[in-house]
């Protein structure tokens, strides 16, 4: 059946929206890659769009020798790595209990994590909990309060379901316990919905500056998107990159290849890419982890 002129405007019409959707989402990160490529004095004078008109890795070197963004960017591998492996294993744990229809208090546990899914207590009962825990200045508050997650345990538990129940009756029969079919059996098969749950739970670990700013008030102890955040809004960068020849803003006489505008490209840049870069090897496993769900559920 051939498509009518109606369909194929519709086709052409959702084809430019997507495409103009497209580049409005890449072009950002495209500008800022070139800025960062590029040298700071020459920046300055503007016009460059899509490619770094004079190459230079200088903006690199300044903002890689500095010790405080290594340490940053190892806090923000340390509550990545470490919050989405207990994330994916708790949250694991929970929802095999719940698929188990003779749990005691099990309609009890599923309403515990069905009303998070819709209200919060707000900023200031969380900022006294992880007081009242002594989680403030502590790394330990980027992992311990965002391992549980109702959606992670409901996404999880949908997941569960479809390993068939006849596996788990055959180990039995063979004296396996609950934990010995839960890693032996549902959690291997159970590859999609796990990887959707580490990506998720990785990308807000990395993404999130909101704890290092309310919760931790010592500097060496921010993740790298909160040191991010402290110099982009306006910290005074010329002291935090001490000793380095930057120029300011409109010091065109200044012939430097570093300027402040680059050293915040650069930055925004490495904070991004590990996302871009491991997110095309994961991409499969989230696409067919949603799809479960969205069928199962």
Same mark, same amino acid.
């Given at each position: 059946m051939k498509p009518t002129t109606g369909q194929k405007v519709f086709g052409v019409?959702?084809?430019?929206?997507?495409?103009?959707?497209?580049?409005?989402?890449?072009y950002p990160l495209v500008l800022v890659t070139a800025l960062s490529f590029n040298d700071g004095a020459d920046?300055?004078?503007?016009?460059?769009?899509?490619?770094?008109?004079?190459?230079?890795?200088?903006?690199?070197?300044?903002?890689?020798?500095?010790?405080?963004?290594?340490?940053?960017a190892l806090i923000s591998?340390?509550?990545?790595?470490?919050?989405?492996?207990?994330?994916?294993?708790?949250?694991?744990?929970f929802a095999y209990a719940l698929t188990k229809r003779d749990l005691p208090g099990r309609r009890f546990f599923l309403w515990f994590i069905l009303v998070p899914m819709y209200f919060g207590g707000g900023i200031i009962p969380y900022f006294l909990v992880c007081k009242a825990?002594?989680?403030?200045?502590? @790394?330990? !508050?980027?992992? &311990?309060?965002?391992i549980f997650g109702p959606f992670y345990i409901l996404l999880i538990r949908v997941g569960l379901l479809d390993v068939?129940?006849?596996?788990?009756?055959?180990?039995k029969m063979d004296g396996a316990g609950y934990g010995t079919i839960f890693f032996r059996i549902y959690f291997p098969l159970s590859g999609p919905?796990?990887?959707?749950?580490?990506?998720?739970?990785?990308?807000?670990?990395?993404?999130?500056?909101?704890?290092?700013t309310v919760l931790v008030l010592t500097s060496r102890l921010w993740p790298l998107q909160t040191l991010l955040l402290h110099i982009i809004q306006g910290a005074d960068i010329m002291s935090f990159f001490k000793g380095r020849n930057i120029?300011?803003?409109?010091?065109?006489?200044?012939?430097?290849? @570093?300027? !402040?505008?680059? &050293?915040?490209?650069?930055?925004?840049?490495l904070t991004v890419a590990p996302v871009v870069l491991l997110y095309p090897f994961l991409q499969r496993y989230y696409i067919k982890g949603v799809m479960v769900g969205s069928l199962k559920g």
């Open positions: 019409f959702n084809a430019g929206s997507l495409l103009l959707f497209c580049v409005l989402c890449v920046a300055m004078r503007g016009g460059i769009y899509l490619w770094p008109r004079v190459w230079s890795l200088e903006n690199y070197r300044t903002v890689l020798k500095e010790n405080r963004i290594i340490t940053s591998v340390y509550r990545t790595v470490v919050g989405a492996g207990l994330s994916v294993i708790l949250n694991a744990l825990l002594g989680l403030i200045n502590n @790394i330990l !508050v980027y992992v &311990l309060p965002a068939p129940a006849s596996l788990e009756e055959s180990a919905i796990l990887a959707t749950v580490a990506l998720l739970s990785g990308l807000g670990h990395w993404n999130d500056w909101f704890d290092g120029a300011m803003a409109g010091s065109y006489l200044k012939k430097t290849p @570093i300027t !402040v505008e680059s &050293l915040k490209m650069a930055m925004l840049v």
